[in-house]
């Protein structure tokens, strides 16, 4: 029984390599991240929500409603420190890029940051804080 489990995970491991690829860094989507990072750390809601995808405008309605839930909802987007740039990849459709944060306390956090492409311009379709990473908790 213990054998056929283990050639039963062989088998089945490159199913879960094929729904996460990782990609080649991608410096537009970089910098889309970043300057909505700097937006914020200005208090520039208005600049920030401009990197957000229409879906996500659509969900807040207005930059300040917008503003506000990132500031209650993600306190080191708000007020980011160090920002590290990590893996990006393809996962199940979406192309997710990890970014490493420091909030203003020291605390990194790990965060995966959901991007399209809307008319040739990447965009901010979410933000999902990663647990159990190892990184923060």
């Given at each position: 029984?213990?054998?056929?489990?283990?050639?039963?995970?062989?088998?089945?491991?490159?199913?879960?390599?094929?729904?996460?690829?990782?990609?080649?860094?991608?410096?537009?989507?970089r910098g889309?991240?970043?300057?909505?990072?700097?937006?914020?750390?200005?208090?520039?809601?208005?600049?920030?929500?401009?990197?957000?995808?229409?879906?996500?405008?659509?969900?807040?309605?207005?930059?300040?409603?917008?503003?506000?839930?990132?500031?209650?909802?993600?306190?080191?987007?708000?007020?980011?420190?160090?920002?590290?740039f990590l893996?990006?990849?393809?996962?199940?459709?979406?192309?997710?890029?990890?970014?490493?944060?420091?909030?203003?306390?020291?605390?990194?956090?790990?965060?995966?940051?959901?991007?399209?492409?809307?008319?040739?311009?990447?965009?901010?379709?979410?933000?999902?804080?990663?647990?159990?990473?190892?990184?923060?908790?």
């Amino acid at each position: 029984m213990r054998n056929f489990l283990f050639i039963l995970c062989l088998a089945l491991a490159p199913l879960g390599a094929a729904a996460q690829e990782r990609l080649d860094p991608n410096p537009e989507i970089r910098g889309v991240i970043q300057n909505q990072l700097d937006a914020f750390s200005t208090g520039n809601v208005f600049t920030a929500w401009t990197f957000a995808s229409p879906t996500i405008q659509d969900m807040f309605g207005d930059a300040m409603t917008f503003g506000t839930m990132v500031e209650r909802g993600y306190p080191m987007v708000w007020q980011p420190g160090e920002t590290t740039f990590l893996g990006l990849r393809q996962e199940g459709g979406r192309l997710l890029q990890q970014v490493q944060i420091v909030d203003p306390t020291g605390r990194p956090h790990l965060l995966a940051y959901d991007m399209v492409q809307i008319d040739g311009d990447w965009r901010i379709a979410g933000v999902t804080v990663l647990r159990g990473q190892g990184v923060g908790a």
